[in-house]
């Protein structure tokens, strides 16, 4: 199984960290964000375009993709990488997180999940043992075990019951893998007990999975929490294996992270937010439908240098955007992807120089000072 990881090197005053992941399809320079590709496609790019700023990893998801097109059919094509023409690495989410919060009926227990399809209200049942099937069918690089997510907050007895199944879903998931060429990470459950949280990791990584995710934050609860479970749950991860934070795309929250000590991100935010107009700058977030803009001959970002920025001005993506024009929402898109690539590639330099935490204070600071 070509695969690897290695930490080339350590910020002295911080946990943060680079390294590299070697993979059947590349290699991946940590720390790294993923774009999401949810349906085999990051909205409005081509993956040309990808690569042109500098995207190493994509993710998508195998709820989404079993639904539609089938990850038989997947299979047939000769795999997500060929079927969406990506020969760089891919992670796949087995689809927890979107049985759980997307179908209007879910019954859980011991045994998996049964759901309604978003698509047509068909009935499907999805055990652990499934979600790697269907995750062997797509070929990932890296793929993920099924999990019980909560909400916030959750009730205590609630996130027990979870963290008790997520525990013997991560077991069974492990034991149904076949191929060995793909990594199965393992995901922390907990919620927000602080002693749930530590259970759950030790149990997780008593299992011994290749790499490590902390599942069930970014979901609606403050920062200051967020932060919070991080430093109580990477202690006790591996230092050898990959650490994810899962669902977190936000600039400020990847460099508190990464100062935590985590390698991975994904979140469809930097996607989402440019098809409702707004941008992500060195100087904080720009909306392009403020009336302020339609005069703006300036680039989004004077700081940036992607092709939106070397080639467009908020006055001219303003009016594509008011326009309804498809091309307002390619050029913002590529622009936050550049954007949170460059804040990683940035924090990475940072941690080989030693200056991270110089880096994250002037980068907060000037995040902060600067609303638009």
């Known amino acids: 199984m070509d695969f690897g990881f290695k930490v080339t090197a350590r910020d002295r005053d911080t946990k943060a960290r680079t390294g590299k992941i070697t993979t059947p399809h590349g290699e991946v320079i940590t720390p790294v964000f993923m774009p999401v590709g949810t349906k085999a496609t990051v909205k409005a790019m081509t993956p040309e375009e990808l690569l042109s700023i500098g995207t190493e990893i994509v993710l998508s998801n195998a709820y989404h993709l079993y639904l539609r097109p089938g990850d038989e059919l997947i299979k047939e094509a000769g795999g997500l990488h060929k079927f969406m023409h990506w020969n760089r690495p891919i992670l796949t989410d087995s689809g927890g997180f979107q049985v759980f919060s997307l179908s209007p009926v879910v019954k859980i227990d011991d045994d998996g999940v049964e759901f309604?399809?978003?698509?047509?209200?068909?009935?499907?049942?999805?055990?652990?043992?499934?979600?790697?099937?269907?995750?062997?069918?797509?070929?990932?690089?890296?793929?993920?075990?099924?999990?019980?997510?909560?909400?916030?907050?959750?009730?205590?007895?609630e996130t027990v019951v979870a963290l008790i199944r997520t525990?013997?879903?991560?077991?069974?998931?492990?034991?149904?893998?076949?191929?060995?060429?793909?990594?199965?990470?393992?995901?922390?459950?907990?919620?927000?007990?602080?002693?749930?949280?530590?259970?759950?990791?030790?149990?997780?990584?008593?299992?011994?999975?290749?790499?490590?995710?902390?599942?069930?934050l970014s979901v609606g609860e403050p920062h200051d929490v967020m932060y919070s479970m991080l430093d109580i749950t990477v202690d006790r991860l591996p230092e050898d294996r990959p650490r994810y934070l899962m669902g977190v795309g936000l600039a400020e929250n990847i460099v508190e992270a990464i100062e935590r000590g985590i390698d991975m991100f994904d979140c469809a935010l930097p996607t989402r937010v440019?098809?409702?107009?707004?941008?992500?700058?060195?100087?904080?977030?720009?909306?392009?439908?403020?009336?302020?803009?339609?005069?703006?001959?300036?680039?989004?970002?004077?700081?940036?240098?992607?092709?939106?920025?070397?080639?467009y001005s908020r006055a001219y993506i303003r009016h594509l955007f008011i326009s309804n024009e498809i091309l307002a929402h390619r050029l913002l898109t590529l622009h936050n992807l550049f954007f949170t690539q460059k804040v990683v590639n940035k924090a990475r330099d940072a941690i080989r120089e030693n200056r991270f935490k110089l880096f994250k204070n002037d980068f907060l600071a000037l995040q902060a000072s600067k609303k638009k």
């Open 116 to 157: 309604r399809s978003i698509i047509d209200g068909s009935l499907h049942h999805y055990s652990p043992e499934k979600a790697i099937k269907v995750q062997e069918n797509l070929g990932a690089d890296i793929i993920m075990p099924l999990d019980q997510p909560l909400a916030y907050p959750a009730d205590k007895d």
């Open 167 to 216: 525990t013997a879903w991560a077991k069974r998931c492990k034991k149904a893998q076949k191929r060995d060429d793909q990594w199965l990470f393992g995901i922390v459950q907990g919620g927000f007990d602080p002693a749930l949280r530590k259970k759950s990791a030790d149990e997780i990584t008593s299992i011994g999975f290749d790499g490590y995710s902390i599942g069930g």
């Open 274 to 311: 440019a098809r409702n107009g707004l941008a992500y700058t060195w100087e904080g977030k720009v909306s392009i439908r403020n009336n302020k803009y339609q005069n703006d001959h300036g680039p989004l970002d004077g700081d940036c240098g992607c092709y939106s920025c070397k080639n």
